[in-house]
């Protein structure tokens, strides 16, 4: 078999993906069609370390009344719900999968630490890092760039709702353009929402390339993760 491109690689999962049609929530059928191909990109040999959103149960952003941070904790709440979601479907398939959490709560999942996740992936577990970075003003997409960084992963793969990065909102504006490829720096200059500048900041001074796709495809994240030309690939 050829050698997968990627050795390593980090999925950030929105937690909007995982609502699928749903407005709030989990939706199962999303969660296994995910669990499915993870199964499948563990058979590669990759090694799969994952960072899950929590949108879909909580937005902190969306609620300006309350105190940013308090939003935030709130936030890295739902990531773990959506975590342990995400672990039974991958065990059901009988993939070992270790969860994770910046924050401790060591009676529902272990707290991380970085140089155990790495054995885990050495062993062919795959790790589900929740709750983000821990802290409050920072993204979980900010989380992924931190634990790529530090897991030596060779690659983020951004599953999104949308299929790449746009020129403009595609939701809003029905010729956004997207870009087959792009540097970080465009990104900056350009302001573009695919992901907030910390995030993008720290992929670029570590030379993390992204490649951002859309989720609701089967069959995708595979693709990704084999190094396949979709979605909008990002220079590391
Ligand atoms: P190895 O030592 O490499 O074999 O890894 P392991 O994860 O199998 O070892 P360990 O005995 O540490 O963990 C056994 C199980 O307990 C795994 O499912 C872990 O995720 C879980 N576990 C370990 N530490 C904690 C913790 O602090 N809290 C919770 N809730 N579970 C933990």
């Not at 997968?4 to 199962?28: H, M, N, T």
């Not at 709702?161 to 997207?178: F, L, R, T």
Request: glycine share 8%.
């Amino acid at each position: 078999m050829q050698e997968p491109k990627y050795k390593r690689v980090v999925l950030k999962i929105s937690g909007e993906a995982l609502a699928g049609e749903k407005e709030f929530g989990i939706d199962q059928d999303v969660i296994n069609s995910i669990a499915d191909e993870i199964k499948e990109i563990r058979e590669c040999g990759i090694d799969v370390a994952i960072v899950v959103g929590g949108g879909n149960i909580w937005r902190g952003r969306n609620s300006p009344q309350m105190d940013r941070a308090t939003a935030d904790y709130m936030g890295m709440l739902a990531t773990v719900i959506n975590a342990l979601a995400l672990q039974d479907a991958l065990e059901k398939r009988n993939i070992e999968t270790r969860v994770q959490t910046a924050i401790e709560m060591k009676e529902i999942a272990e707290p991380y630490i970085r140089r155990r996740a790495m054995r885990h992936l050495e062993k062919g577990r795959v790790v589900i890092f929740a709750a983000g970075t821990g802290n409050p003003y920072f993204s979980t997409d900010t989380a992924a760039a931190l634990r790529a960084a530090e897991i030596e992963a060779d690659v983020i793969l951004l599953a999104k709702k949308v299929d790449g990065v746009y020129d403009s909102d595609p939701m809003k504006n029905p010729n956004a353009q997207k870009f087959d490829s792009l540097e970080y720096i465009d990104i900056l200059n350009r302001g573009l929402g695919v992901m907030d500048s910390t995030a993008t900041s720290l992929c670029m001074d570590n030379k993390i390339p992204i490649i951002v796709f859309g989720i609701n495809k089967a069959g995708n994240i595979i693709k990704a993760a084999l190094g396949e030309n979709i979605g909008t690939f990002v220079k590391g």
